[in-house]
């Protein structure tokens, strides 16, 4: 047996760079094998309230406790190895190898493996790169969207979602949902019809005051048309500026990714400056 003082500095060292290590390296295994599991149920704790309750507060308080858990695991793994500071035999993991081995799979195998798997099935981080959906999204806003939302349950009118496009099937775009199949879709001198019903749309902006005619554009005059079955109609609520199912058509239900949730940052390219009072509202926020 060896007798080897563990050294403060280094389990404090190893404990940021992998939750639990510094623990394993004073001698503490299953211990560091625990704190690193709480660590993902705090993690699936975040995402859990993002996407099912998506109270600001709820989520400001995970974050919080996930950096004081972080902080205190830190700590106590500094506490641990100056408990073991005199004199500590090594035992059969307390090799360098074993520590490389904790390391690599913890972060290059289960930590991707387990944001990917959230990233597929539950939520996912866009950026706005332009104006067609102002002011509803600005162009710098950053979202989140629930992807898993429309396993379970079908698109509804008003829903701002995430989709792949007929014509451009490998890029994503963001629109609003509008007709829903066996809606018949019209616009008649910019105002929407769904049914024959005039939607009132509080939202959405024309930049433009001309009125273009259904011979020079489909903009302003469109349809009426009768959304297919399995098929999506969006359009983008920067009216006069938006590319949209006007212009190239409807959208297959497949390619629904999902439904924008909140708004993580914002940043005004133009002016320089983060958009503070952007942050952290969710869609439902924004739109009203």
């Given amino acids: 047996m060896i007798d080897k003082p563990r050294k403060w500095w280094l389990a404090g060292l190893l404990s940021t760079i992998t939750i639990g290590l510094g623990h394993i390296y004073s001698g503490q295994l299953r211990k560091g094998i625990i704190l690193y599991l709480i660590q993902g149920l705090i993690f699936?704790?975040?995402?859990?309230?993002?996407?099912h309750y998506p109270n600001i507060f709820l989520i400001i308080a995970t974050i919080i406790l996930g950096f004081t858990y972080f902080i205190s695991v830190i700590i106590d793994a500094i506490r641990s190895a100056k408990q073991n500071s005199g004199s500590y035999f090594l035992k059969k993991y307390n090799r360098w190898y074993v520590y490389l081995v904790i390391v690599l799979l913890a972060n290059f195998l289960i930590q991707p493996y387990a944001e990917t798997f959230i990233k597929e099935n539950a939520v996912k981080a866009y950026k706005i790169a332009s104006g067609a959906m102002s002011p509803t999204l600005l162009g710098g806003d950053r979202i989140l969207i629930n992807r898993h939302i429309y396993q379970t349950s079908e698109p509804q009118k008003g829903d701002i979602i995430v989709f792949s496009p007929p014509h451009e099937p490998s890029k994503d775009f963001v629109k609003r949902l509008v007709g829903t199949e066996g809606d018949v879709v019209e616009i008649k001198n910019k105002q929407?019809?769904?049914?024959?019903?005039?939607?009132?749309?509080?939202?959405i902006i024309n930049i433009d005051n001309r009125i273009l005619s259904a011979d020079i554009n489909s903009r302003d005059n469109f349809g009426p048309v009768t959304v297919p079955d399995n098929h999506l109609f969006f359009l983008g609520d920067n009216r006069d500026n938006s590319y949209d199912s006007r212009f190239w058509g409807f959208v297959n239900r497949d390619k629904a990714k999902g439904k924008v949730i909140y708004l993580y940052w914002s940043w005004d390219g133009d002016?320089?400056?983060?958009?503070?009072?952007?942050?952290g509202k969710s869609i439902d926020q924004v739109t009203n």
């Fill in 271 to 279: 002016k320089g400056k983060v958009r503070w009072n952007r942050i």
């Fill in 44 to 51: 699936a704790l975040f995402f859990l309230f993002l996407v």
């Fill in 192 to 203: 929407l019809f769904i049914n024959g019903i005039t939607q009132i749309e509080n939202y």
